[in-house]
């Protein structure tokens, strides 16, 4: 998710992530710099679904609903090792993509009112978003600091449903992905609520 400022959020808007706190060290200051999202208070992700419903819509069902959904999916590895581009933004690539890309097309045929980004794009390309909005001078130079660091590895186990409060960006429930089976079933807990 991204926009030129906090400005563009509406209060009550929701967002479904996947965190990505490996990254944090690599990429926290240039989207301290490039990325309104950062400065409104969204940790390094990548975007399963946005906008997702009203937070007025979010009621308890719709809760359940989204920890069944999500443990009915694994928990996976993903590596970030290479930058990739959309017209004035600069990403992380994830690799593989196409386990996130399930979680949001799950999400989707679930919710379709809420179709990822509103649905301007034809095609979701899930990514970590570094810098938006820039020139391409700029894209460059921080894409030539990127490919000097090692990759980032994170291990996905988990979605964040987070929503607009106004001023910033606040997690209100964590979803588990189901662990891998290694010799008996495991079952996923019910979101972590994190409203106040």
Do not use: N
């Not at 490996?22 to 969204?42: L, M, Q, Y």
């Amino acid at each position: 998710m991204a926009a030129d400022g906090v400005g563009r959020y509406q209060a009550g808007e929701t967002a479904l992530i996947v965190k990505v706190p490996e990254a944090e060290p690599v990429v926290g200051s240039w989207r301290e710099r490039f990325d309104a999202s950062a400065r409104a208070g969204v940790p390094a992700h990548v975007s399963v679904l946005y906008p997702f419903l009203s937070q007025d819509q979010v009621d308890d069902r719709v809760l359940g609903v989204m920890s069944e959904l999500f443990c009915s999916h694994s928990a996976f590895d993903v590596r970030f090792r290479r930058c990739g581009r959309f017209p004035g933004v600069l990403y992380l690539a994830p690799e593989p993509d196409g386990q996130l890309r399930a979680l949001t097309l799950a999400v989707a045929d679930r919710w379709p009112e809420a179709p990822p980004y509103g649905g301007r794009f034809a095609e979701v390309v899930p990514h970590l978003t570094v810098a938006h909005d820039q020139e391409p001078g700029v894209l460059d130079a921080v894409e030539a600091d990127l490919a000097g660091r090692p990759p980032v590895t994170t291990r996905v186990s988990s979605v964040q449903l987070l929503v607009f409060d106004g001023t910033a960006w606040r997690e209100q429930a964590d979803f588990a992905l189901r662990a891998p089976r290694i010799s008996a079933p495991s079952t996923c807990a019910e979101p972590r609520d994190r409203k106040p």
